[in-house]
């Protein structure tokens, strides 16, 4: 699945989007996107063919459409990594971090951060473009792609606000764990797994009863794919996540972790949380001291509860639909998925 849709979109990237990136006169452009889509896992668009699946037979314009979610996700991480400044991604400077060697290695007028800042900004505009172009164009009919849009359009605007949401959700306003909870339903949960799979569906006209068992069960992987993607956060490697440990510590980000460890906490340990999370700067030695805490309290297992109960309530929607009108070939994929998403280290 993997290899179909990033054949499909390398296609659309030549055929459509080449030519246009080179009238920016950044010579880098176009590797700097080919390297963002040539490495996802492509989670998003696999979830999107899942869906078309649980009512249709193989299609190559539904690995179109789904391939479609590669450019979304490019758009919303070059966006990400500016917001967050984030100096990696997968391994390699981030796309705002590359456009701010280019510029300072021309000897360019100007900043040449905040050039890389706009650089990385604009590409992911063009990303937001030509995905919508690509599902569009992606080869199903008219009358499919009619009932997509308005989950299209949700999954696009909840990303968004919950990008909105998370401006503002910092450690210091000692947010609640279900409040938490929320601003990652909606700034990552329901865009990974819930509405690509309900745009799949629809786009295949899935009947009522399938349609919402996939979103209950993508709720509930949502949900688990980012307390997982938090708990990588705070103590996965680089070498795996691609990313600097502990950069949700760094930004003093309130992530399920984190507020579920102040919860945790009691007395003593509290006051240590509440100095780590207010503190202007953070040494390594405080970030280790941090992490130690973290684990000392039981964070870790009460994480990984969270997510077992998330996987279980999301086979239990599988396992709800009647009549044998979920494939089981579907429901295999799905739980699979799901355990992929669950027990991931990257």
Known sequence: MRADVLDAVS???ADTCADALRGSHVDITERVLRDMLAEGKCLRSTYLYLGWRAGADSSHAAVRAAGSLEFLHAFALFQDDVMDESPMRRGRPSAHRAFEDWHRERGLPGSSARFGESAAVLLGDLC???AEQMFRQ????AESLARAWPRYD????????GQFADLVNDTAGFPTLERVLDVARRKSGNYTVRRPLEIGAALAGCDDAV???LGRYGENIGEAFQLRDDLLGVFGAPATTGKPIGTDLVARKATTVVVAAYELATGAQQRQFKEFMTAERLGDDD?????????????????????HSRFAAATAALDGVAGGALDPEVRAALVATAAACTERTA
């Open 11 to 13: 296609d659309f990237l």
């Open 128 to 130: 937001l473009v030509w």
């Open 138 to 141: 992606c080869g199903l009919p």
């Open 154 to 161: 949700a999954m696009r605007t909840e990303l968004a606000i």
């Open 211 to 213: 349609s919402v068992a």
């Open 287 to 307: 970030m280790a001291r941090w992490q130690d805490l973290i684990s000392e309290v039981g964070t870790v297992q009460r994480i990984e509860d969270l997510i």
